[in-house]
T-cell receptor, first 117, second 109 residues
């Protein structure tokens, strides 16, 4: 149980285009989903926390107009990287928290590798 | 299928040594990660192993045996702040991360 999927697994896009990444909890309801990015051999950096039906909370330094997050249902959150640039190339990972679970109980997706050319 | 196994919970005493094991079965292998996560916080990168052997970083060491599909994280001179969840993750041949469920480590005085 507690499986989280991401789509796509990897994507290559041209500079200036937008990319949407989906995060789904497959067998449980997730009231809270987290979006991270990771550069090679570095820690996961929390970008934002999204709660179903409300606006996402962004971490300091993360541009909310550039990284659009939508959490429209208890099983789906999307991250859209708008007007992507090469410096946005990274590994994006989502995690989902169980409804009613501990704040530390998160289940991680497999990640999406974004390459912007 | 792909899976990562690690113990759900472990308890150890302050000042002691603890070893957290991780076994994996994945489609290919492009490295194994260990993360530490305190409740309510983002995971913190601890180590990355891609070759067999022991990597030492201060109080923390990580070991990998690719032929056995096995890794362990060794924590020495345990401190109360080491109480956290420890996540094992393997990057497969498609560069996807396969996550273990995490081991909750409880440190007692």
């Amino acid at each position: 149980g507690a499986v989280v999927s991401q789509h796509p697994s990897w994507v290559i896009c041209k500079s200036g285009t937008s990319v949407k990444i989906e995060c789904r909890s497959l067998d449980f309801q997730a009231t809270t989903m987290f979006w991270y990015r990771q550069f090679p051999k570095q820690s996961l950096m929390l970008m934002a926390t999204s709660n179903e039906g409300s606006k996402a909370t962004y971490e300091q330094g993360v541009e909310k107009d550039k990284f659009l997050i939508n959490h429209a249902s208890l099983t789906l959150s999307t991250l859209t990287v708008t007007s992507a640039h090469p410096e946005d190339s990274s590994f994006y990972i989502c995690s989902a928290g169980l409804a009613g679970g501990d704040t530390g109980e998160q289940y991680f997706g497999p990640g999406t590798r974004l390459t912007v050319t | 299928g792909q899976n990562i196994d690690q113990p759900t919970e472990m308890t150890a005493t302050e000042g002691a040594i603890v070893q957290i094991n991780c076994t994996y079965q994945t489609s290919g292998f492009n490295g194994l990660f260990w993360y530490q996560q305190h409740a309510g916080e983002a995971p913190t990168f601890l180590s990355y192993n891609v070759l067999d052997g022991l990597e030492e970083k201060g109080r923390f060491s990580s070991f990998l045996s690719r032929s056995k599909g096995y890794s362990y994280l060794l924590l020495k001179e345990l401190q109360m702040k080491d109480s956290a969840s420890y996540l094992c993750a393997v990057m497969d041949s498609n560069y996807q991360l396969i996550w273990g469920a995490g081991t909750k480590l409880i440190i007692k005085p």
